[in-house]
Antibody, heavy 120, light 106 residues
Framework: EVQLVESGGGLVQPGGSLRLSCAASGFTISSYWMTWVRQAPGKGLEWVGNIKQDGSEKYYVDSVKGRFTISRDNAKNSLYLQMNSLRAEDTAVYYC?????????????WGQGTLVTVTS | DIQMTQSPSSLSASVGDRVTITCRASQSISFYLNWYRQKPGQAPNLLIYAASSLQSGVPSRFSGSGSGTDFTLTISSLQPEDFATYYCQQSYSMPTFGQGTKVEIK
């Protein structure tokens, strides 16, 4: 069974940093693009970014460029999101997701999400 | 960025009803359009990819159509578990989502 489990969320002050992790099981992430998507409380979905199978390509939404970094450790079957210079508007549930092999930028399996709250 | 606009933003329906949700892109996205269902407190669930392909394990009451800028998600007979929020998402360029359509019980 495919499973994705995020961890690392919590309360952080503006300007602070946080590192999210996503542990995958039931499949090998080295075969898939992986993705982070976020959802502010009571709001819609926002694509954060994604990373190619070997980590050689990464893409980010403009609002996080230069502040967030996606990485992966295929040996540990894990995905990461390093978040720096956090702002109040980064408050959201962060989901990691696996992309399909069939069509680009299409998450087919999602984790349950981890809540990040940026507040003073 | 490509803007995705869903209509309606919300609707009320009964079990067994046929429901249609539309999604319009601000420019042509060919068939690179996906649909998700999100139940309260849960992660989104992929229903339709590439405009009209049914994701494995998704009931056949869900169908998608369209290409270019205009797309439709149809639920042929609404079930209790379908009262949720639905999102479209374009995968033609940097992905963006519609604002969501909340389907409520009438």
């Amino acid at each position: 069974e495919v499973q994705l489990v995020e961890s690392g969320g919590g309360l952080v002050q503006p300007g602070g940093s946080l590192r999210l992790s996503c542990a995958a099981s039931g499949f090998t992430i080295s075969s898939y693009w992986m993705t982070w998507v976020r959802q502010a409380p009571g709001k819609g979905l926002e694509w954060v970014g994604n990373i190619k199978q070997d980590g050689s390509e990464k893409y980010y939404v403009d609002s996080v460029k230069g502040r967030f970094t996606i990485s992966r450790d295929n040996a540990k079957n894990s995905l990461y999101l390093q978040m720096n210079s956090l702002r109040a508007e980064d408050t959201a549930v962060y989901y990691c997701a696996r992309q399909t092999l069939v069509t680009p930028s299409t998450p087919d399996y999602w984790g349950q999400g981890t809540l990040v709250t940026v507040t003073s | 960025d490509i803007q995705m606009t869903q209509s309606p933003s919300s609707l009320s329906a009964s079990v067994g009803d046929r429901v249609t949700i539309t999604c319009r892109a601000s420019q042509s996205i060919s068939f690179y359009l996906n649909w998700y269902r999100q139940k309260p407190g849960q992660a989104p669930n992929l229903l339709i990819y590439a405009a009209s392909s049914l994701q494995s394990g998704v009931p056949s009451r869900f169908s998608g159509s369209g290409s270019g800028t205009d797309f439709t998600l149809t639920i042929s007979s609404l079930q209790p578990e379908d009262f949720a929020t639905y999102y479209c998402q374009q995968s033609y360029s940097m992905p963006t989502f519609g604002q969501g359509t909340k389907v409520e019980i009438k």
